[in-house]
């Protein structure tokens, strides 16, 4: 069975226990969850067995009461994840504060880096990959646990890297600097220049990413974007057309 993604996902009477646990960080007792719940005890630890086995609640120290001490559950950080919090609007606000103290180049710069410093990290696995069939199949699964949704499509004979939940989409929507990011991180993951063949931005339903043969030494973080970004140029059917270096680039 797959683990729900997000707490809407859960029931009505799981999603209160959980909110309840998050307000209570040293925990709660199956007592006092049956009285938030308004339900009976063997509900609650039928709940709690199901949330303990997805791994989003747990057994915390017991609580004292002036008599026997009571065992209660806690929540779990992977549970905390469950519950939504707007990253968007917080990047969007830090981009904007950017772009109106360092300027447009400042900003692309530093979002190339950051992807670049990031993708270092897989490179030792991707990196290793013998021809861009299997740096694709690679990279493919490294930004699914990013939470991409992205698999191994082939196109215009070629293999692609398919990703149909951008993590950037909102925010790239307003700024598509930010797919700066995706493609500095991609390039540094690989060791390989990557082209962008298809853009959510640009109406289609999925970004593709097609992943070029090793060898190629690109001179700095921005020159690999900028590159990257010329290269989908040459992709008339994808939709995709590179912009100027000092613009707003279009993105994924």
């Known amino acids: 069975m ?79 994840e469950l519950f939504p919090r707007n990253y968007a609007l917080i990047a969007r606000g830090m981009i904007e504060y950017l772009y109106a103290h360092a300027g447009i180049q400042a900003v692309q710069h530093m979002l190339s880096e950051m992807g670049a410093r990031l993708g270092e990290e897989a490179t030792a696995r991707i990196g290793a990959a013998g021809d861009p069939q299997e740096a694709t199949r690679l990279l493919a699964e490294q930004l699914d646990t990013l939470g991409y949704e992205a698999q191994v499509v082939e196109a215009d004979g070629h293999t692609e890297v398919e990703a149909w939940n951008c993590v950037f989409h909102s925010l790239a929507r307003s700024h598509p600097d930010v797919c700066r990011f995706d493609l500095a991180f991609m390039g540094a993951a690989t060791g390989r220049p990557v082209q962008r063949t298809q853009c959510m931005l640009h109406g289609a339903p999925a970004c593709r990413f097609r992943i070029g043969p090793a060898g190629k030494t690109l001179t700095s973080i921005e020159a690999a974007v900028v590159k990257s970004q010329a290269a989908g140029s040459s992709f008339g059917a994808a939709g995709v057309t590179s912009q100027a270096e000092d613009g707003r680039s279009g993105g994924a």
């Open 2 to 80: 797959q683990r729900p993604g997000t707490l809407r996902q859960l029931g009505t009477t799981q999603q209160k226990l959980l909110r309840r646990l998050l307000l209570a960080p040293q925990g709660a007792s199956v007592e006092e969850l049956c009285r938030t719940l308004g339900v009976t005890h063997n509900a609650v630890r039928q709940h709690l067995a199901a949330l303990m086995a997805a791994g989003f609640v747990a057994h915390g120290a017991s609580l004292r009461s002036g008599g026997r001490p009571r065992a209660c559950y806690v929540l779990q950080p992977s549970g905390r």
